[in-house]
């Protein structure tokens, strides 16, 4: 057993997002490709016998119920079947919620490594994932992050070959949008799609290493529904375009936006430019 057990929560963004039903579980059948990128939570785990304490600075986060990471801890302390098992568990959070980058998930996830360390169990990736999914749809992705196709509500994956490092702007405007909300919209507004062709042409990319048509027509389903009612985050979509993104986005449900760079210091111009309309960006990179 490990003395202590530090781990970064990467966030995700999503290289497009389809829609593509409601299910009658009452989630919708997605098809994304789900990307980490290097804006991370930091999370230090310590042991203790019999019960979680928890503290967390930065970002605001729930204490009660809702708290993810406590879920997540209690879960695998019950299926591993270890009722003396407990930790100290310290959160630094970066990652802005509800966002659509998955903070909380990415910090599910890396709960159930490092207690998995911490506890000695040494569970697969695999075992570890099946846990996650009962966490969250986007849970099961972060266990190995990297590059992947998520379909179902998002966690039946396929792993991808990891893309070489590309610059991201992530753009923030200051409030979250509810992904509940964002779903109801979407089937008001019958923004579901049809078809699903995006991540097939993205996989192709990946193989080929030709991605500039495929970032050309990236796509997000929630976007017309979200900017219709928070104009602010079209304007900054656009404003990345035009300063010379090679694509920009909505991740998830919003409301970041990012914007794609070719090197450091574009998406370091990029971020001055749109930093009007965003009150806080990131310069980071896929991981």
Not at 223 to 251: C, D, N, Q, T
Request: with cysteine.
């Amino acid at each position: 057993m490990k003395r202590t057990v530090t781990l970064q929560a990467p966030a995700k963004i999503n290289l497009g997002l389809q829609v593509l039903r409601k299910r009658p579980d009452g989630y919708h059948d997605i098809d994304t490709v789900f990307q980490a990128v290097a804006l991370c939570d930091r999370l230090t785990f310590l042991p203790q016998k019999n019960r979680f304490t928890f503290q967390a600075s930065g970002v605001p986060v729930p204490r009660g119920d809702d708290n993810l990471i406590l879920k997540a801890a209690r879960l695998l302390k019950e299926t591993a079947g270890l009722p003396g098992a407990g930790a100290k568990i310290r959160l630094q959070k970066n990652i802005p919620t509800g966002a659509g980058l998955g903070g909380g998930s990415s910090d599910a996830a890396a709960t159930l490594k490092a207690l998995n360390a911490l506890w000695g169990l040494k569970w697969p990736a695999r075992k570890l994932e099946s846990l996650a999914a009962r966490l969250g749809s986007d849970v099961p992705f972060f266990i190995r992050g990297g590059t992947a196709r998520g379909r179902g509500r998002g966690e039946k994956l396929t792993r991808l070959p990891t893309l070489s490092k590309i610059w991201v702007v992530l753009c923030w405007p200051g409030f979250p949008v509810a992904t509940a909300w964002a779903y109801k919209s979407l089937r008001r507004g019958r923004g579901l799609s049809k078809a699903n062709p995006h991540a097939r042409l993205f996989i192709q990319a990946l193989e080929k290493r030709g991605f500039d048509p495929v970032f050309q027509r990236l796509s997000n389903d929630f976007e017309k529904a979200v900017f219709r009612r928070h104009p602010r985050l079209g304007k900054i979509k656009r404003s990345l375009l035009r300063e010379g993104a090679r694509a920009a986005l909505m991740s998830g449900s919003g409301s970041m936006v990012f914007g794609l760079a070719d090197s450091k210091k574009m998406a370091e111009r990029l971020a001055k430019k749109v930093r009007p309309l965003a009150p806080k960006t990131w310069v980071t990179y896929t991981l």
